[in-house]
Every structure is written in C-alpha cells, then in structure tokens.
C-alpha cells in the first residue's frame, strides 16, 4: 500500500460552506454541494470532518478585514477541526488513516489562511498542526479548543504568567477567556484569578477557576485597589488593562488598540502545543466549554454565525455534526 493509498472510498466532490464575495454570513454563505475535496500535499493529511467551531476571525475575514493576506475567493471558512484521518500524504510521519485528530488548520491565523476550510465534509491539513483527540473529548469538545486554547497558552506563556503569581482576565466567558481562566489555574499555577463579565455569568466564572468574579456592569476593574502580575484582555480595553496591573507585571491583548506597556499577539498554530496540554484536557482539570446555544447542526451555519457576531457567545460556537 503506498503512503498515499486509502482504505476508505473518498469521493471527488462535497458539500461545503463557502462565499465568493465578503460579507455578513446571512448574505454571502451558501451552502455548495459541489465543492471539490482538498487534494493533499506531502506533508498534510486529509480529514473526514466530524465537528468545526467558529471563531470572530472567520466572521472578521468573511467581511474582508483581511484581504490583502487572504487567499482567493471563494473561500471555504472555518479554522478550527475535530475529525478522522481519511488520507495521509508521502512525507507524513506520525499519523495514519483512521486517527482521530484536532486542530486549527491555518498556522498563521492572517496571513494566507486556507482556502478550503473546516466547514466542509473534508479538510486538507499539515500533520504539525493537529494533535490526536483526547479520547475522553467527544469531536464537538475537541472542534471547539485549538485555536481558542492555543491563544490562551500563548498569551500567558508570552506574559510570563507562573506559579504563585496573580491573574485578571477580562473577557472569562468567551472562547479564549474560557480557556484562559482554566490555563492560568491548572497549567501555569496562578495563585489568584480575577474574571470579567457580565452579570449572567459570573458563575460560569467561578466554575472555570476564577477567585473573584467581576460584573462589569457594576465595578470599573481598573478601580480596583489590588492589582495584577499579568492582565490578559480579550476585550480590547488595553488602556483600561494597563491601570490593573502591577509596576512591572505584563499585560497582554489579543485585540484592539495596544497602549504601552501592553503588547499584541497573534496566535500561531501548532499541533505539539495540543499534544502538551492534552493530559490537562484527559485529566478533565481543563474542559472545553461549549456555548449552549449549539451545537449547531451543519446546515444551521448561517444562525452559529449571527451567533457569534452577537458577541455574547458562551465559550466556543460549534457545527456538529458535520454534514
Ligand atoms: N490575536 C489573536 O491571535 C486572537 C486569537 C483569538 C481571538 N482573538 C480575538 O479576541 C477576541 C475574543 O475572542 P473570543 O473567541 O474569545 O470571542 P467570543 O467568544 O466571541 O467572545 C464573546 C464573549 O466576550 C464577552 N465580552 C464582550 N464584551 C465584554 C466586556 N466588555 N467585558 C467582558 N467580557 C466581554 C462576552 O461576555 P458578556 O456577554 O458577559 O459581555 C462573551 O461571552 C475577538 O475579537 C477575537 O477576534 C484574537
């Protein structure tokens, strides 16, 4: 049998989600039943895609935020995966058909992300950027963590949160700041953990790891007479984020305007990353948190998009199952 064989039947077209011109999801995504499966280079593997999550950068690169580093339309969205191994290329070395794997498929987020995406029955991937499914996960769970939690382990590493050291999060309900919480708690040791949100979901907060839970309908963090080692804005509220934080802690964003001392970053995606917090997620100390809204089935992608562009998304936005 030769690397690039298979045992399964893999058809030559598929149903897929895609646009071909940028805009809001309700006016330029369709629903194509005749998109051509990805064909696979030597480094990547092909994917039966059994669950994909949205993230604000489908939707910001749908509007055409990002064009001058887009690939070419019409574009298949979706960077987040969780699937089966149907088809592996000559110099992939790890993985084999009938694996089942997770990932952000796109290793620089803005810079020529993939045509073909993962809201389609099939993706094309670089072996680096996947890591097996934890298998306690179930594929939604796994769709919904790679990019959200490889931003969060980002972040924090860049900001070099530590043990014993104390942690403010603005933004703890969403897709990061969900992970961001549960990181700074389990996997870099913070000894406190202060969260913001609005008022519903403060408990969802406290649940993740946070010690103090802030409404920020009610109290200005950045008046809060303690402050922090590192500060983590997944808001956009650097200059407000720069008032919480301690003489010579580090405050990192992840959108919007930077105000110094802060600094940005754009997340790069890296399947070992996976493989590293993988015992965390299989420990069940880190658990994927999945808006309650979904999952959505794959033909309600439009409304999982209007969804996320509420920005009131609970955790990760998911399509399960795929088709
Ligand atoms: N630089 C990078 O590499 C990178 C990577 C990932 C994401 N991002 C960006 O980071 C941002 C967050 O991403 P995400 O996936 O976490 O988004 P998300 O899941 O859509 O965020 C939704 C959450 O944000 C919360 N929120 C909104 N305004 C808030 C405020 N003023 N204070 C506290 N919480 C607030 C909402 O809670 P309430 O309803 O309680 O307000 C909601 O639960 C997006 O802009 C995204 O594009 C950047």
Redesign the pocket.
Known sequence: MDSNSTTTSIPSHMKAWAYSEYGNAVDVLKLDKNVSVPEVRDDQVLIKVVAAAL???D??RMLGFFKATDSPLPTVPGYDVAGVVVKVGSQVKHLKEGDEVYGDINEE??NNPKQFGSLAEYTAVEEKLLALKPKNLSFAEAASLA??I??AN??LKRAGLSTGKSILV?????????LVIQLAKHVFGASKIA???????LELLKSLGADLAID?NKENFEDLPDKFDVVYD????CDKAVKAVKEGGSVV????AVTPPAF?????SNGSVLEKLNPFLESGKVKAVI?PKGPFPFSQTIEAFSH??????????VIYPVP
């Open positions: 993230n604000p950068v939707a910001k987020a803005l990019l959200a490889e931003t980002e972040g603005l933004g703890g309900a969403g897709g990061v700041g969900t969260a913001t949100s609005s008022s519903g979901k920020y997944a808001v956009g509220q964003a992840i959108i919007g940005i970053f754009v997340v790069t808006d996320l562009e509420t920005g009131r998304a609970i955790g990760k936005v």
